[in-house]
């Protein structure tokens, strides 16, 4: 899938010169569910009980740049499952301090949605891993990263995610009648994964440069 940024404060995730990426990788990992934390509420959802809650946690970019190619985060589940989950945002900003500084930068992005049979187990709950594919370069640097189900609330009120152990600044939170951001769950992030590719730069196949191997 390709993204088109209209938000200057996108203009921070920069195409970067790619070559063949190398294989998938995980390139972020704060999957492991801290049980005994808050619920943390990220859900673009309507009708009675809903909210309009978008949450992002912090990450680093290293020197040699990421193409993201999927994006997961988890979430607990007052209903049995989230059949039909198929849309929701993926939000991207820079991050220059311990909160966001604008509002949140929403692309609409296709969701999948699989019970964490591995997690299920090991809390004794389901936990369900929301995913988003995408093909995001970002060049090194700091940001802010989240995923926004959108998902119809019901009688139960509406899917919230799991905490992880804190790294970096906590998520934070936007509430969207609300704002601005909010440090809301002071000591926790919320449970997610990034994986993708580190970029391999195009050699310059100059022939000053073929040359030089023959020296």
Not at 14 to 23: C, D, I, Q, R
């Amino acid at each position: 899938m390709s993204f088109r940024y209209g938000k200057a404060s996108l203009v921070a995730a920069v195409l970067l010169a790619l070559g063949t990426n190398a294989h998938a990788m995980t390139l972020w990992d704060q999957s492991t569910i801290a049980p005994a934390g808050p619920a943390i509420a990220a859900s673009n959802s309507s009708g009675f009980g809903g909210l309009f809650v978008h949450s992002v946690d912090d990450v680093t970019v290293p020197a040699s740049g990421w193409v993201i190619t999927k994006i997961t985060q988890y979430y607990s589940a007052f209903e049995p499952n989230w059949t039909g989950l198929t849309q929701g945002f993926i939000n991207i900003q820079p991050k220059s301090g311990g909160l966001p500084t604008s509002a949140p930068v929403t692309v609409q992005s296709p969701m999948s949605c699989v019970t964490d049979a591995a997690q299920s187990a090991a809390l004794g709950q389901q936990v369900f891993a929301i995913s988003a594919t995408v093909n995001i370069s970002l060049a090194p640097g700091d940001y802010w990263i989240g995923l926004t189900p959108t998902k119809g609330a019901t009688l139960n009120g509406v899917n919230l995610m799991w905490p992880s152990n804190q790294v970096g600044d906590p998520v934070a939170s936007y509430t969207m009648s609300a704002g601005p951001w909010k440090d809301q769950y002071p000591g926790w992030d919320g449970a997610f994964k990034i994986e993708g590719d580190l970029p391999v730069p195009a050699k310059n196949s100059t022939w000053g440069n073929v040359k030089a191997y023959y020296h």
